[in-house]
């Protein structure tokens, strides 16, 4: 149990366009979604944290207006990163927390590249 | 702001050594977590720990809660190229938010 999948696993776009990434969790209702960001051999920093049906609260310093999210339903979440620049090229991780465990599962991962 | 902080940041080890890192959070934890993230992959959940001075093993694996629940170890028996990746302990800053450690690199040699 506890599977989050996300979509897609990996993305290359052009500076400028906005991607979307989608994060689904399969098989228990997630109440709470996060969104991170991984730069090469660091660690996961936190970007947002999103629940069903209210807006996202953001981290200090990660720009809303660049990374929208969108929690519509208790097992999508949504990243879009808009008029995106090479500088936004990462390791994109989501996960899912719900089913009254304090646990998070995390999805496999969106790797995006603007050149 | 609560900081995580792991030692070693890397670790080469010869397969059949033992491996440990280490784990210190500037404020006590209600529980801490452990993740392994398998080099390309995402961070998979190990083990939580709520107690203080609790200890949990999970096959050659050993997790240690401090007493004062403010830090935190794992220790690796005999490790095996299996066991290649990056672990990361983790923290809830609030209810809902977990903050993770910088994380250990651990590389072994067959």
């Known amino acids: 149990g506890a599977v989050v999948s996300q979509h897609p696993s990996w993305v290359i776009c052009k500076s400028g366009t906005s991607v979307k990434i989608e994060c689904r969790s399969l098989?228990?209702?997630?109440?709470?979604m996060f969104w991170y960001r991984q730069f090469p051999k660091q660690s996961l920093m936190l970007m947002a944290t999103?629940?069903?049906?209210?807006?996202?609260?953001?981290e200090q310093g990660v720009e809303k207006d660049k990374f929208l999210i969108n929690h519509a339903s208790l097992t999508l979440s949504t990243l879009t990163v808009t008029s995106a620049h090479p500088e936004d090229s990462s390791f994109y991780i989501c996960?899912?927390?719900?089913?009254?465990?304090?646990?998070?599962?995390f999805g496999p991962g969106t790797r995006l590249t603007v050149l | 702001g609560q900081q995580v902080m792991q030692i070693p940041q890397y670790q080469h080890v010869q397969e059949g050594e033992d491996f440990t890192t280490y784990c210190n959070s500037s404020?006590?934890?209600?529980?801490i977590q452990w993740y392994k993230q398998r080099p390309g992959g995402h961070p998979v959940f190990l083990i939580q720990?709520?107690?203080?001075?609790e200890v949990k093993k999970q096959k050659r694996l050993t997790f240690q809660f401090g007493e004062a629940k403010k830090n935190s170890s794992l220790h690796i028996t005999a490790t095996q190229t299996t066991d290649v990746g990056t672990y990361f302990c983790?923290?809830?800053?609030?209810?809902?938010?977990?903050?993770f450690g910088s994380g250990t690199r651990l590389l072994v040699r067959p």
């Open positions: 996960s899912a927390r719900g089913g009254g465990v304090d646990t998070q599962y």
């Open positions: 098989d228990f209702q997630a109440t709470t």
């Open positions: 999103s629940n069903e049906g209210s807006k996202a609260t953001y």
């Open positions: 404020t006590t934890l209600s529980n």
């Open positions: 720990l709520v107690k203080s001075g």
């Open positions: 983790a923290g809830p800053e609030s209810s809902y938010k977990l903050i």
